[in-house]
């Protein structure tokens, strides 16, 4: 059952403010204890709950042989996790930070994407690996990067970012049941308040936003569903993860009638919420954190100009990240912050 | 060019490139080889400390000596019925190698690889396990599908991608997939099936189920990080999975020194991490076999992972793209000391009175007429590039449990395609 299909509507179902942490911790703990198949495993993950605490109390209730530590190698958790699912467990592996995921990288690429289609269907591998991603955290060159436009090129691969805690939960949920294998990239910078760009501001928590609330119990948002945040007209701007609340931010200071869209899932990309839109607004802005060239921003800004050129009204906006390594002490020169996103505006609005 | 310490009373550091002792044209002596007596070796129990397996690492279990005859504590003394269908199971594969490689050269297909001299390490250890236990194979393991009776019809269909291709064309000739006979899909990629091995054991182990998993790497590709990951996971957890090294000697073009032979043994690699090890003669059959039970028992009773080096010789090509010719001494594959495995087999139930040349003689040509009829058989299903493969749009199945939006508009685009380059395409699947 969707969250969209359910019969409890948002306002009816009973809901505790979480932040992402709480809310992924919250996913997991439903779909082990509704799935025996499901196991998580990582590096920090059993004893002790993740780093970020992402799996704390999990080991305790479901046991040693579902939730454990492995050693130090991603190549060796990816690989064990394709066996996994090869016999017909559900894995869940952790990577701890999305910068130690390359000596996964064949088991992920050439093994998990392509076992269904080598196979003809024989075997899958319905994994589900979750890796903290993103920078904001002055976690320097290794603690920050944002490596999606990777995992969107590999075909066989489904890439999820959430950006608050409602929809971490309804996705963790829907990639863990899906049949095929899911990055879901979870923004650090956002695990406990929303970020609206200035890091010298007070952090926020998450329990003033709205989408904090999350339903109890059982409920999936389905890979493919991009959510509009906000209606608009001025034009429409495509964003995920932490780069969702920056934008709508700027926006909001700038007073300016944007539609904001949070495309949730990278792969599937759900292009006809992304088409309606541009056609209704003729500008578009496209929002990452990630280094720009080659970015999904690339990927997003072709689709646009291919299938919404005649809405078009302005030259696409692309705010990104620099094509640097992500730097520990300029970590805010490099960040796609309010003056980066706001000129991107003005010229939009004044096309 | 600077760069070169000026400290004059130091020795200049020196880079060791390894060379094989034989290249084509010279005279090959294999008298630094040390192959120990048959029934020397001990045998320990299959629940010992792994350090017990220490000796035999560098060792080489053997049981068929040169009188053909099965000796010492490691002859797993089975019945002639049983050595009759190991003969003919390893005589099938070789038969299957000979009319697939002739069907690669005649143009049927593109790729071949034959497994010559190496019959043993697949067939025996297949025999040995149960035929429920998964199997993570590397691409020179045919013989565990032929000894656990896959149709050999349905692997020449794959051979030749054609329209009755399970996989439906999209694999590389002999990358083989057979669920319905527990063994895995074969990557193409190196050592990646190592951990995956290793997975599919902690999950056996996590359900409690009874069966073990067992993968096959070439000595080559034990240099891939996989390996390694593999052989920590497997320690770690404790995993029942057995993993075979195929020291065939060579990779492509390299010898066994750039994957590390000349320092230590294959076997030795288990020895770091605490698992238990065996370096078997690999043309031994018997000693496949009996080294491959003992494993199989330790990992069934929750005693741990096994390494096992098969020691043996590549006596072919590595695959029909290859030409050993131009790297390797021709006079390797007659000096090899251990001899053929399936000669070897042959002798010992002839020496036991349970086979004869004449026999021999019969099945080999039973077989190869069984292998033509199958071949026959498969053609009606078309060859490469005779345009019998699978329609276009299977192209776009399976890359995901659905179809995206995506896929579904590429999709529609490879059949207008075909619709423009041959119009008389209809769609009951005539196609030129």
């Avoid at chain 1, 130090?72 to 394709?82: D, L, N, R, T, Y």
């Avoid at chain 2, 010992?48 to 000596?65: I, K, N």
């Avoid at chain 2, 025999?127 to 590397?138: E, G, K, Q, R």
Wanted: aromatic share 10%; net charge negative; charged share 25%.
């Amino acid at each position: 059952m969707t969250y969209e299909e359910s019969p409890v509507s948002l306002a009816e179902a009973p809901t505790r403010r979480l932040n992402m942490i709480e809310a992924i911790n919250d996913a997991l703990d439903i779909m082990m204890e509704r799935d025996p198949s499901v196991v998580v495993m990582g590096e920090d993950v059993g004893y002790f709950g993740g780093v970020f605490r992402a799996t704390a109390g999990l080991q305790k209730k479901h046991g040693k042989t579902r939730v454990f530590d492995t050693p130090i190698s991603e190549c060796g958790i990816i690989g064990v996790a394709v066996g996994m699912g090869a016999y017909g467990l559900r894995p869940v592996p952790e990577i701890q930070f999305a910068d130690y995921i390359y000596p996964g990288l064949d088991q992920l690429v050439s093994e998990a994407a392509r076992l269904r289609y080598r196979s003809a269907g024989e075997f899958i591998a319905p994994m589900t690996v979750r890796s903290p991603f993103g920078g904001g955290i002055f976690g320097g060159q290794t603690h920050s990067q944002s490596p999606e436009a990777m995992f969107t090129h590999v075909a066989g691969l489904k890439t999820v970012v959430p950006s608050n805690p409602h929809d971490a939960k309804g996705l963790l949920i829907a990639a863990i049941e899906d049949n095929d294998p899911v990055i879901f990239f979870e923004p650090k910078r956002i695990y406990n308040g929303p970020f609206n760009g200035y890091y010298d501001k007070p952090v926020e928590p998450w329990s003033k936003h709205a989408d904090s609330a999350v339903p109890e119990g059982y409920y999936s948002i389905p890979l493919g569903k991009a959510r509009i945040v906000r209606p608009g007209n001025a034009f429409t701007v495509l964003a995920y993860g932490t780069m969702v609340h920056v934008a709508a931010a700027v926006c909001a200071e700038k007073g300016v009638d944007a539609e904001i869209i949070d495309l949730r899932t990278l792969v599937p990309l759900d292009i006809e919420t992304v088409e309606k839109s541009v056609e209704k607004t003729g500008k578009c802005l496209i929002v990452h954190e990630a280094t720009r060239t080659s970015g999904f921003g690339a990927e997003l800004s072709a689709l646009v100009q291919e299938r919404c050129f005649y809405h078009l009204e302005a030259p696409i906006e692309r705010v990104t990240g620099f094509d640097t390594p992500y730097p520990h002490s300029l970590e805010w020169a490099y960040f796609p912050g309010p003056v980066r996103i706001g000129e991107a505006i003005d010229r939009l609005t004044k096309a | 060019m600077s760069g070169s310490s000026t400290r004059g009373n130091m020795p200049p550091l020196a880079l060791h490139v390894p060379e094989p002792k034989f290249r084509p044209g010279d005279q090959v002596d294999y008298s630094h080889l040390s192959i120990p007596e048959a029934g020397a070796q001990p045998r320990p129990d299959e629940q010992c400390a792994a350090a017990e397996t220490q000796a035999l690492c560098f060792d080489m279990v053997r049981v068929l000596g040169d009188d053909h005859r099965a000796v010492g504590p490691w002859d797993p003394k089975l019945d002639a019925e049983t050595l009759r269908r190991m003969l003919r199971s390893m005589a099938l594969t070789r038969a299957f190698d000979d009319r697939m490689y002739r069907g690669q050269r005649q143009g049927k297909t593109s790729f071949y690889m034959k497994c010559t001299g190496e019959e043993a390490t697949s067939v025996a250890p297949a025999m040995a396990l149960a035929s429920d236990d998964m199997v993570f194979p590397s691409y020179r393991q045919q013989g565990i599908l032929i000894s656990r009776g896959y149709p050999i019809v349905e692997m020449i269909n794959q051979i030749y991608s054609n329209r009755a291709d399970k996989l439906k064309g999209r694999q590389l000739p002999i990358m083989y997939s057979a669920r319905e006979a527990s063994f895995f899909t074969i990557s193409g990629n190196l050592a990646t099936q190592y951990p995956q091995a290793v997975g599919w054991a902690m999950a056996s182990a996590i359900k409690g189920d009874t069966r073990i998993a067992a993968t096959w790497i070439g000595e080559g590709s034990t240099a891939e990080g996989d390996f390694h990951s593999a052989m920590t996971f497997a320690t770690v957890y404790n995993a029942p999975v057995i993993f075979n090294v195929v020291n065939n000697q060579w990779a492509i073009s390299s010898f066994s020194g750039f994957a590390g032979a000349e320092r230590t043994t294959f076997a030795a690699r288990a020895i770091g991490y605490g698992m238990a090890g065996l370096r078997v003669d690999g043309n031994d059959p018997l000693a496949v076999y009996a080294a491959t039970k003992w494993a199989a028992d330790r990992a069934r009773s929750n005693a741990g992972p096994t390494l096992i080096e098969h020691f043996t010789y590549r006596a072919e090509g590595h695959s029909t793209s290859d030409d050993p010719g131009q790297y390797r001494s021709a006079h390797e594959r007659e000096e090899w000391p251990l001899g053929d495995p399936i000669n070897r087999l042959k002798q010992h139930l002839i020496a036991l009175g349970e086979w004869s040349e004449e026999q021999h003689v019969a099945m080999d040509r039973e077989l190869m007429d069984m292998v033509k009829a199958a071949t026959k058989e498969a053609e009606k299903n078309g060859i490469l590039g005779h345009g019998l493969h699978h329609p276009f749009h299977t192209m776009f199945e399976d890359v995901f449990e659905d179809l995206p939006w995506h896929l579904q508009e590429q999709s529609e685009q490879a059949i207008h395609e075909r619709r423009v380059k041959w119009p008389e395409w209809s769609e009951e699947g005539k196609q030129p």
